[in-house]
């Protein structure tokens, strides 16, 4: 019989060995289709650019009504998706994370660096619409999410609003480490290749500086591939000048 202790409790066996799972292979469940081919310019977080639109596109084993049965009864949803563009890089145990301007370390996992040991990236975005019957499979239509292109998705979860949501959580230094915003210039005439929605979603990205942090030259003219278009602009004293949009890449 199993030794007791003093309350009459029954202690739980010892963790071994054989009961710890070494490693775990994922594979994808769907594909992700955004406009940035590229990670230049992509929203640092997800939920900044709530105009911004993305597809889910699920895998033949998953594109059926049956898998995604009562996933509409939700406004949000959280992705789990991998950091595709850095596959192979070397991982450190500590990074600079650019909100503290490249020049101070924390620790990997007090950051949502892609330098991570797994590569795993997690999203809350926006559900707008789920399509089943299309040319492409199952599709699940997005807003406000932060992935490139091609991105691999492993898992959709129901975002729940009263486990979910901490609205007086601290958020470490990114309380005190707010990114600011640049003010967007051009003419109709830039914009007027572009649809009325597809225009509004790139001005509010350029918004955000897509710039990687450490840039600083106003002479500089940046392309930045969006869908279709070579967006082309410089930034100078806070102002971002769209210089030209070029389309058909």
Known sequence: MAATTADGCRPHAKTTKKHL??????????????PFATKFGIP????IVPQLRGRIIMEPQYASAEALRGLDGFDYLWLVWG????????VHLTVRPPRLGGNARMGVFATRSPFRPNGLGLSSVR???ISVDTAEGAVITVSGADLMDGTPIYDIKPYVAFTDSHAA?????????RWGTLKVEYDNETLGCMDGAEAE???????????PQYHDDPQRIYGMPYGQWDVRFRVADGILTIVEIVGSR
């Not at 640092?44 to 939920?47: D, H, L, P």
């Not at 959580?169 to 480490?177: I, N």
């Not at 979603?201 to 710039?211: F, G, N």
């Open 127 to 129: 559900l707008e619409g």
């Open 21 to 34: 799972q070494k490693s775990m292979e994922i594979k994808p469940i769907a594909h992700f289709r955004s």
């Open 83 to 90: 950091f595709s563009a850095n596959a192979g890089a070397p």
């Open 169 to 177: 959580a601290r958020s470490g230094f990114a309380d005190t480490e």
């Open 201 to 211: 979603a790139l001005l509010r990205v350029l918004e955000q500086d897509p710039r």
């Open 44 to 47: 640092r977080q997800s939920g």
